[in-house]
């Protein structure tokens, strides 16, 4: 081999291996605490869930915060890979027919919340027709379909119904128990916090998914990954290390509302 060959294969060997590119899934994210923000660390604990369910099997996820209002939307139009996280039922078809969903990455739990000395035992919907109920404007509730049930939704938030529940102005309150809980740790006194309780049967359980665009073919092969990674991620116990991040005290940020 003519001696310039032997230094150009010496040159190519010791140039550096290239590494293979990086998958990057792009996906809309929101404020939900204490679930997600981008003002927490990995942004939150669902994040932190999602994000890493897919480093397990090589993808990078690059998050871009919204309004939920406009989350859908650009899930839906192809300006990100798809969105999290969502809750879906059989019925909403337009959905369905919109979006992959992925098995579910947690589940929320709604409780009633009341006073302390309003003594209160979740037993049905029937009890609720004779009980004063605050409710958060724009949001669907499940006990909606009874037409005997009257709830007051002129409170724009969840924190101003709990203030509401406080001044006596209803009796229970139905919101998912860790914003609940994350209201009276952050946006209310101790004192304040002190008279709240709350029935321990959820009336309803709620599982939340990733969700990824039809439109985007890749997607198909993304939810496999995600539900696989998933799946590793629990099976490891690092998914419920992250999940007990939820309830953690000492965030300082108010709570945001979530559609």
């Known amino acids: 081999m ?3 060959l032997r230094a150009l294969a010496l040159a190519l060997l010791l140039l550096p291996a290239c590494a293979p ?3 990057v899934i792009t996906l809309i994210n929101g404020e939900w605490l204490p679930y997600m ?6 942004y939150g604990p669902i994040s932190h869930i999602v994000s890493a369910a897919f480093a397990l099997e ?13 989350a859908y939307a650009e899930a839906d139009n192809g300006s990100a890979n798809g969105s999290i996280v969502w809750s879906v039922s059989r019925t909403e078809s337009d959905r369905l027919r919109r979006f992959y969903f992925s098995d579910p990455v947690f589940e929320g739990q709604s409780v009633f ?4 000395t309003y003594p209160f035992e979740w037993t049905g919907f029937d009890q609720l027709r004779d009980i004063k109920m605050g409710g958060t404007a724009g949001y669907v509730y499940w006990f909606d379909k009874f037409p005997d049930i009257k709830i007051d ?3 724009a938030t969840d924190e101003l119904n709990f203030r509401k529940l406080l001044a006596g102005r209803f009796q229970i309150f139905p919101a998912n128990l860790d914003v609940g809980l994350h209201i009276m740790r952050n946006d209310l006194t101790p004192a304040q916090a002190a008279q709240i309780t ?5 009336y309803n359980i709620t599982p939340y998914h990733l969700m990824l ?6 997607n198909r092969r993304y939810l496999a990954l995600f539900n696989r990674g998933l799946q590793r991620l629990r099976d490891s116990g690092r998914y419920a290390l992250y999940m007990r991040e939820v309830r953690r005290e000492g965030s300082n940020e108010k709570s945001p509302q979530r559609p």
Do not use: I, M, N, Q
Not at 113 to 116: R, T, V, Y
Not at 198 to 202: A, G, L, S
């Open 2 to 4: 003519p001696a310039s």
């Open 21 to 23: 590119a990086e998958e």
């Open 37 to 42: 923000s981008e003002k927490l660390p990995d």
């Open 58 to 70: 090589g993808v990078t996820v690059r998050y871009v915060f919204r309004p939920w209002s406009r």
């Open 113 to 116: 919340f009341h006073l302390k």
């Open 153 to 155: 939704r002129t409170a």
């Open 198 to 202: 709350w029935d321990p049967k959820p």
């Open 213 to 218: 665009s039809k439109k985007d073919s890749a």
